[in-house]
């Protein structure tokens, strides 16, 4: 199979790699190479691709709840747990 890129050849990888390697993915931490496999993939392949949705989708709802205050009751009542010890 060939990329209409750039003619260079992409093998097959199959649903367990992807999954194993989907973080790396998601997060651009691949080389160019297993990169390109993993996206060829993920076009022919409904279940990965939902997962890889999934996955994403659940990475930015976690960055963002990071960024959301604190309830003062909640703080107070974690506080005073931490002073327990």
Same mark, same amino acid.
């Given at each position: 199979?060939?990329? /209409?890129? #750039? ?6 990888? =199959? !649903?367990?790699?992807?999954?194993? &390697? ?11 190479? /297993?990169? #390109? ?6 076009? =022919? !392949?409904?279940?990965?691709?939902? &997962? ?34």
């Amino acid at each position: 199979m060939t990329d /209409t890129n #750039d003619t260079k050849k992409i093998e097959a990888i =199959d !649903c367990k790699d992807v999954v194993r &390697r989907l973080y790396e993915f998601i997060d651009n931490e691949l080389d160019e190479l /297993t990169h #390109d496999q993993i996206e060829h993939h993920l076009n =022919d !392949c409904r279940s990965c691709l939902s &997962r890889h949705e999934f996955e994403t989708t659940l990475k930015k709802r976690v960055q963002n709840a990071g960024h959301e205050k604190m309830p003062k009751k909640t703080a107070s009542r974690l506080q005073g747990l931490i002073d327990k010890f």
